[in-house]
Each structure stands twice: as C-alpha cells, then as structure tokens.
C-alpha cells in the first residue's frame, strides 16, 4: 500500500510554544488530507480536511485559529499548534488518498506533549 | 456526534478463542472499514467492506454489514496474543471516515 510519514514522531513543548508537524505522501499525490486528534484510549476524532490548494475544512469545535493548516503541495500537509497548551497534548494522526474514490492511507502518528 | 459505536469496550478472552466485535454507525455509507491499533502507535488497516456486501473474509477475520440495521462486526477466529490491541470501526460516507469508539481487546495466552 502507499506510505505516509509524519515528522516529528513524537515531541515535547513547553506551553506557549507553537509546533509544526508535517504530513507527507511519499508515493502518491495526495488531492486530500485528513488531520486527526486521539486522547489516550480513546478514538480518533477528525480534526479537519484539507485539499490541496484550497483552506482546510474543520470539523465542528475545532479551533481554527489554534490548529493551523496548510497543504501546499500535493505531496505535503503541515498542521501547526500554535500556542500549546497542557490539554493540547495528544497523539494526532495524518491521513491521506489521492481522490475521493480511493482510500486513506494512515501516518504513524505524532504524540505531542506540552509542559 | 456522528461518531459510531463500538461494543464490546472492552473484550478480554484466551488464545484460541473467536473475538467479535460490533459497530453501529448513522449515516448512509460508501464503505465500512475496521482497524487495528497497537498501544500508541499508529494504525493498520485490517479489512474493507463496501455497502453492496454483505460479509467478507480475510485470514481469520470476518467481518459481516447489515446496512440496514447500519451495523456491522468484525469476527477474529482463533485468537492469539498479538492480536491484543484497540480495533476501530470506520465509516466512509464518502467525504472522510467517522471512527467508531473502539474496543480494546486483551488475549491472554
């Protein structure tokens, strides 16, 4: 199946900071991206959408101002805390398919933790 | 919410024994697909059933869709511990994939 990587894999803050996690597609063009947020044993909550070239499209209760999103390639989709806080550590996951008939495929995840 | 649900939560057997798992969803749907989750990590896509199926197999799994009570489950035959994971629902809608609540499954050897 396609690869999709995240970097950092797992990253400490302090709050206040912001962070950068980054989303790609290794062998595929990726028309969209999906960013998704996961508290401990809990499921995966889509956070927002993103297509390439276009604004994301976030999910109810999701601050925009908060959870930047930026796809500006279509190998590529950047997800940006900004001014972490304690609650926003959590595990977020990226996925990504080349078009609407075809499937997601899952990065590895990124946990985040804010001192 | 739109987010589906998962029973068990959680579902603790012995090696050799069948884990079933059960997933109601709301919407209409294109597809249903289930997943497996090691502890922090990341996930492995197990299986794909699309709305015109009706059961599918593959290994020791087999999950079965009954869209009219918008339900499906996922049968894992003959357990072992490396199965012991979170396993997720997912339904595809055809804008982007809902999660169910998962069940955590424990196979103690």
């Known amino acids: 199946g396609a690869v999709v990587s995240q970097h950092p894999s797992w990253v400490i803050c302090k709050s206040g900071t912001s962070v950068k996690i980054e989303c790609r597609s290794l062998?595929?063009?990726?028309?969209?991206m999906f960013w998704y947020r996961q508290f401990p044993k809990q499921s995966l909550m889509l956070m927002a959408t993103?297509?390439?070239?276009?604004?994301?499209?976030?999910e109810q209760g999701v601050e925009k101002d908060k959870f930047l999103i930026n796809h500006a390639s279509l190998t590529l989709s950047t997800l940006t805390v900004t001014s972490a806080h304690p609650e926003d550590s959590s595990f977020y996951i990226c996925s990504a398919r080349a078009g609407v008939i075809y499937e997601q495929f899952f990065g590895p995840g990124t946990r985040l933790t804010v001192l | 919410s739109q987010q589906g649900e998962e029973d068990p939560q959680a579902l603790s057997i012995q090696e050799g024994e069948n884990a079933t798992m059960n997933c109601s969803y709301k919407t209409s749907i294109n597809n249903l697909q289930w997943y497996r989750q090691n502890s922090g990590r990341g996930l492995v896509h197990l299986i794909l059933i699309r709305s015109n199926e009706r059961e599918k197999h593959s290994g020791r799994l087999r999950v079965t869709l009954d869209t009219s009570k918008k339900s499906s489950s996922l049968l894992i035959t003959a357990s072992r511990a490396a199965d012991t994971a979170s396993y997720f629902c997912a339904t595809d809608g055809f804008q982007k994939l809902v999660f169910g609540t998962g069940t955590r499954l424990l196979v103690s050897p």
């Open positions: 062998d595929f063009q990726a028309t969209t």
């Open positions: 993103s297509n390439e070239g276009s604004k994301a499209t976030y």
